[in-house]
């Protein structure tokens, strides 16, 4: 019997698809494999038109559901490309959620309110952002009307392609770059539709939020020393953690296996620190 269920990504340009194809694909597909999901990966544009091309591919999530290759399934996960996912432990994503709803996770939710809060306070002066104290600061920010005190986290999201095409595909037509890609207005346009249901965070946790509140020690510093300097110029460039700090490849594999899908957004090199054949904190004791 066919799968009725698909994985979707977008990976455009080299660098981006050898990253997903070198880190993602195998450890999504053992999740596919276990849940009976496909996996569809698009390597080019969906929209070639000049106005795609004067903004973030990551707009083009929101045309994936008309898609010859998608539009025949019943429900469609997307995930970013930059989405690492504890295979062996996380239960099915879509088991649960209503075919005509969006099952999605709240931006700065996990582990909880407070928690993430203070993951936010933190993040926030360590990248000098002083003017989104909550979201609807956030969305007043980027032009978009401020109706609601949460943000979806578009990065992972449960879709039926007989149900939310039409939405998905009102905000790239309609809504324009503001400074921060797509996900305000996808946000928006699916609270103002009232059709989200929020899913286990677990299935959406955010690597700089867990640095944050765990690890804050390898969050960048303003003032770091020479050594730092050169181990965040190697970090940057995807050199394996194994010749840069053991102790992050540690943090990273630990923050996967404490959760469902990990999303490194921004920190995508960071990726490389995780240990992909570990699948139990009994992995992580040291030798």
């Known amino acids: 019997m066919a799968n009725t269920k698909a994985l979707v990504t977008l990976a455009i340009g080299k660098k981006y698809l050898k990253n997903w194809q070198s880190l993602c694909q195998d450890n999504w597909q053992r999740y596919a494999d276990r849940h009976g999901y496909d996996l569809i990966c698009f390597e080019d544009h969906l929209d070639t038109s000049e106005r795609a091309q004067k903004r973030?591919?990551?707009?083009?999530?929101?045309?994936?559901?008309?898609?010859?290759?998608?539009?025949?399934?019943?429900?469609?996960?997307?995930?970013?490309?930059?989405?690492?996912?504890?295979?062996?432990?996380?239960?099915?994503?879509?088991?649960?959620?209503?075919?005509?709803?969006?099952?999605?996770?709240?931006?700065?939710?996990?582990?909880n309110q407070q928690l993430s809060a203070d993951a936010k306070e933190r993040l926030f002066e360590t990248w000098g952002i002083t003017d989104e104290k909550n979201e609807r600061e956030t969305y007043t920010k980027y032009g978009i009307p401020a109706e609601f005190d949460r943000i979806v986290q578009d990065g992972i999201m449960v879709l039926s392609p007989s149900h939310h095409r039409e939405i998905l595909e009102k905000v790239y037509y309609e809504c324009e770059e503001t400074g921060f890609g797509e996900m305000p207005w996808v946000s928006y346009e699916l609270l103002k539709a009232n059709c989200v249901q929020w899913i286990d965070d677990r299935f959406s946790t955010v690597w700089n939020v867990q640095k944050a509140l765990y690890y804050p020690f390898l969050l960048p510093k303003p003032q770091a020393n020479l050594t730092d300097r050169l181990k965040s110029q190697l970090i940057?460039?995807?050199?394996?953690?194994?010749?840069?700090?053991?102790?992050?490849?540690?943090?990273?594999?630990?923050?996967l296996m404490n959760c469902y899908l990990l999303h490194f957004a921004g920190t995508a090199a960071e990726m490389r620190w995780v240990d992909l054949e570990a699948t139990s904190w009994r992995d992580l004791r040291s030798a």
Do not use: F
């Not at 997307?78 to 879509?94: M, S």
């Open 56 to 111: 973030s591919p990551c707009w083009q999530k929101c045309l994936i559901l008309s898609q010859e290759a998608v539009k025949k399934y019943d429900r469609v996960v997307w995930i970013d490309a930059d989405v690492l996912i504890n295979w062996a432990n996380a239960p099915c994503i879509v088991k649960g959620v209503a075919v005509d709803r969006v099952g999605a996770a709240a931006e700065w939710a996990t582990p």
């Open 236 to 255: 940057s460039k995807g050199i394996p953690a194994k010749l840069v700090d053991k102790r992050a490849s540690e943090c990273a594999t630990a923050a």
